[in-house]
T-cell receptor
Framework: GENVEQHPSTLSVQEGDSAVIKCTYS??????FPWYKQELGKRPQLIIDIRSNVGEKKDQRIAVTLNKTAKHFSLHITETQPEDSAVYFC????????????FGTGTRLKVLA | NAGVTQTPKFQVLKTGQSMTLQCAQD?????MYWYRQDPGMGLRLIYYSASEGTTDKGEVPNGYNVSRLNKREFSLRLESAAPSQTSVYFCASSERGRLAGAGEQYFGPGTRLTVT
């Protein structure tokens, strides 16, 4: 079945450094790739997304890149701040008509002050 | 505009009891979803409804049933709760199709369920 692999599972960076989280998906028909941030005890919140007709998208300190040939996409956070500490999930949306989302297992990011 | 709402926020059940988790969205979305999230884990899809009148199993449907009551509401029922169903349950909704904005999935605040 469809699968999304996410790495690393935990990531610690110094404040001000960059963080990169990578995901690989199996369904070549996937066409929508969102990233969610989940703070402790809260709901997942969409922070950025990318569609398959775009290779890169940026929103201030956050960017996402997509390589459809290799079936992987990455989240880049620059100039990290302590409030970036959270769990980040990637996902890929099925395009077979079911519109279901396959989530990665999450990355716990810690930004050290 | 409340987005996605869920009730209750917290619930404690004894093994074998039943309950229904309620979810409603006011964004006129076609698709709705139920996920469970175990401590330190990712989101696993229980059931989803691609559109009003349809429901389909996700990754972990055993022990659950769902009802898409209308376009706004999607409920999740545990007929006979088991300790393995202790989890946080999130409802979500999204728009279908290829319209601008389609695909963004919005989550409710979650229901923390403990089965003893």
């Amino acid at each position: 079945g469809e699968n999304v692999e996410q790495h690393p599972s935990t990531l610690s960076v110094q404040e001000g450094d960059s963080a990169v989280i990578k995901c690989t998906y199996s369904d070549s028909a996937s066409n929508y790739f969102p990233w969610y941030k989940q703070e402790l005890g809260k709901r997942p919140q969409l922070i950025i997304d990318i569609r398959s007709n775009v290779g890169e998208k940026k929103d201030q300190r956050i960017a996402v890149t997509l390589n459809k040939t290799a079936k992987h996409f990455s989240l880049h956070i620059t100039e990290t701040q302590p409030e970036d500490s959270a769990v980040y999930f990637c996902a890929a949306r099925d395009t077979s008509g079911t519109y279901k989302y396959i989530f990665g297992t999450g990355t716990r990011l810690k930004v050290l002050a | 505009n409340a987005g996605v709402t869920q009730t209750p926020k917290f619930q404690v059940l004894k093994t074998g009891q039943s309950m229904t988790l309620q979810c409603a969205q006011d964004m006129n979305h076609n698709s709705m979803y139920w996920y469970r999230q175990d401590p330190g884990m990712g989101l696993r899809l229980i059931y989803y409804s691609a559109s009003e009148g349809t429901t389909d199993k996700g990754e972990v449907p055993n022990g659950y049933n769902v009802s898409r009551l209308n376009k706004r509401e999607f409920s999740l029922r545990l007929e006979s709760a088991a300790p393995s169903q202790t989890s946080v349950y999130f409802c979500a909704s999204s728009e279908r199709g290829r319209l601008a904005g389609a695909g963004e999935q919005y989550f409710g605040p979650g229901t923390r369920l403990t089965v003893t």
